[in-house]
């Protein structure tokens, strides 16, 4: 377990000093920037261990790894993300711990979130997922609605029992105009934001940039980045 620390504590303090770095680049604050890490596939007493060592915000982004974990982390001062797509069936679930729930992308989801979270009183703060990969009012391969959605599904997260509008999450995509373009994918999810707080003028939050390109991210004014494998390592395949 020391060693993993040792591991942890010095991956972190390189994903911090990268952040830093980035934000002197843009001209703006380090406190700009909360740095999320993805905890997903890695065991409860690294989240425990991160906790120790400073980290606020974690993610997850499947519900039945994530439902035990959390469970096992209930003591810990921390912030819980869901970042993955989420199916309705899993709802109920993913409320019960998560904080945020970073990937809503369609008005089913968001009836049934609502649902949960009166249910479970509850208020759970959402973040319309944008695919730069879709069309105008189509959907991502990796989930996300079209620019051409996120007005109307920001009107129904913010009329909606239970939820929080925060604001807009996106994954830099693999196909289409900003294939290979992070940053440029990240200006443009920033141009969405500034239009969509003159309606919503709390739901700030901008997540977007990765372990590989959290510097893109930063420089196009992201305020939430999310890192996973530069922080707990790449995961040995299984099998």
Not at 167 to 172: E, S
Not at 195 to 222: C, F, I, K, W, Y
């Given at each position: 377990m020391t060693d993993r620390r040792s591991e942890l504590a010095a991956n972190l303090a390189q994903v911090e000093e990268r952040i830093d770095a980035a934000c002197a680049a843009a001209g703006r604050k380090r406190e700009e920037v909360t740095l999320i890490v993805v905890t997903k596939t890695y065991p409860a007493s690294d989240v425990r261990i991160l906790s120790e060592l400073g980290v606020r915000h974690v993610a997850e982004n499947r519900d039945q790894d994530a439902a035990p974990k959390a469970a096992q982390c209930t003591d810990l001062p921390l912030t819980w993300h869901f970042v993955g797509q989420l199916q309705t069936n899993k709802v109920r679930s993913v409320v019960g711990y998560a904080d945020l729930v970073q990937s809503v992308d369609r008005p089913k989801l968001v009836t049934a979130l609502s649902a949960a979270a009166v249910r479970a009183e509850r208020e759970i703060g959402c973040l319309i997922q944008v695919a730069l990969d879709a069309d105008e009012h189509g959907r991502g391969e990796r989930g996300g609605v079209g620019a051409g959605g996120i007005e109307e599904l920001a009107a129904s997260v913010a009329a909606a029992p239970g939820l929080r509008l925060?604001?807009?999450?996106?994954?830099?995509?693999l196909t289409g105009p900003y294939a290979g373009r992070q940053q440029a994918a990240f200006e443009r999810l920033r141009e969405f934001s500034t239009?969509?707080?003159?309606?919503?003028?709390?739901?700030?939050?901008?997540?977007?940039?990765?372990?590989?390109?959290?510097?893109?991210?930063?420089?196009?004014?992201?305020t939430h980045v999310r890192v996973g494998t530069a922080v707990l390592g790449v995961r040995p395949g299984l099998g």
């Open positions: 925060d604001g807009l999450m996106t994954v830099a995509p239009l969509m707080r003159a309606t919503h003028p709390a739901a700030n939050m901008v997540s977007a940039g990765m372990s590989a390109d959290l510097e893109q991210a930063v420089a196009a004014g992201a």
